[in-house]
């Protein structure tokens, strides 16, 4: 049981398997190893390296990468993390060899298990993905549907958080999806802070879809950019289609078609994140009612916040403010 205030440090074991993404290998502990206590301002994960054997494992970009020890750090872990990877039998079989068959069964039960990039090939071939929700990559989409049909595949979004399983997209999905388990962790102001520090934003918007076979879209005068700016500093406004389009100078078809092509969601669906993120951020830093809070993020009554933190935090306000309350205080007192 977490008290609040007094957050535990939690062990991260980072598996790394050859040919390895490098890249992806440095997120957990870059973005999980800036996250610190608001109390003491101690670090609020442990996170060390894991090979097969404990020796060096080489990259993919012509470098090696030399681990902490070998696979029995998995058993002490609280969550494993397994970062892209070209290892032939999860990447071309969908199976996996005995080594890391071995590895793997090391890992202790409620343990969490976090895959980046194609690690999601591991995690698969492994079946800890049967029959649930899943993404990688979006080049390797394809193949891993065709190795991996029983996995319910989603291509489009940034991360999959499935509970005690979470799989991103490539490369710096990975960094969002550290943050979200920061954010889950220990609260918004916590992510915040460290993505503050890492120079990244706390959450991007959309998903993957966003760049697939197309170039990032232009932030000029056609763009919506500058409405969602707008939109930010006034959520508490009529931020409906027609009025957003209007301010964009569009009609509402366009300012739709624009809008999900450069943040691949809805301009509907796009405010309730935000008007939810910032009721996070008001729980915990205020001690505003969740009245007022609902009104001032634009979600109206307590009721509709209540509905949306369920349905997106799996909480209500007063759970979500007592749970994460303690760790923010320090830093607003």
């Not at 398997?17 to 206590?37: F, H, N, Q």
């Not at 080489?58 to 892209?84: E, F, K, N, R, W």
């Not at 957003?244 to 301009?267: K, N, Q, Y």
């Amino acid at each position: 049981m977490r008290t609040p205030g007094v957050p535990s440090r939690h062990q991260v074991v980072v598996l790394l398997l050859e040919p390895l993404i490098g890249y992806d290998a440095t997120i957990p502990s870059a973005v999980l190893g800036a996250a610190r206590s608001g109390t003491d301002g101690l670090p609020l994960y442990s996170v060390e390296m894991a090979s097969l054997d404990g020796g060096p494992v080489q990259t993919t970009t012509g470098y090696a990468v030399v681990p902490h020890g070998d696979s029995s750090l998995l058993a002490l872990a609280d969550t494993v993390i397994v970062p892209g990877t070209r290892a032939p039998g999860p990447r071309h079989e969908g199976v996996l060899d005995d080594a890391l068959e071995r590895a793997l069964s090391q890992i202790r039960p409620g343990t969490r298990i976090v895959s980046i990039c194609t690690g999601a090939y591991v995690l698969a071939a492994a079946g800890l993905l049967d029959g649930r929700r899943a993404t990688t990559h979006w080049q390797n989409t394809e193949d891993f549907a065709r190795l991996f049909p029983q996995v319910d595949l989603d291509e489009d979004v940034l991360f999959v958080d499935d509970g005690d399983v979470l799989t991103s997209a490539g490369l710096s999905a990975g960094v969002d999806l550290c943050l979200h388990l920061i954010r889950r962790d220990h609260g918004a102001t916590v992510a915040n802070e460290v993505a503050r520090y890492c120079v990244v934003p706390p959450w991007r918007d959309g998903g993957q879809a966003q760049f697939i076979d197309r170039p990032v879209p232009v932030m000029d005068d056609a763009s919506t950019s500058s409405t969602r700016a707008w939109a930010m500093a006034h959520l508490d406004a009529d931020l409906s289609v027609p009025d957003l389009a209007r301010r964009a100078r569009m009609s509402e078809r366009t300012f739709a078609r624009r809008f999900r092509h450069e943040t691949g969601l809805t301009p509907a669906a796009w405010v309730t994140q935000q008007r939810v993120r910032h009721a996070q951020h008001l729980l915990e830093t205020t001690d505003l009612t969740v009245d007022v809070i609902a009104t001032r993020a634009g979600l109206g009554t307590g009721a509709s916040l209540r509905k949306h933190c369920a349905a997106t935090l799996g909480v209500s306000p007063q759970a979500y403010r007592r749970t994460f309350r303690g760790a923010t205080e320090s830093r607003i007192a």
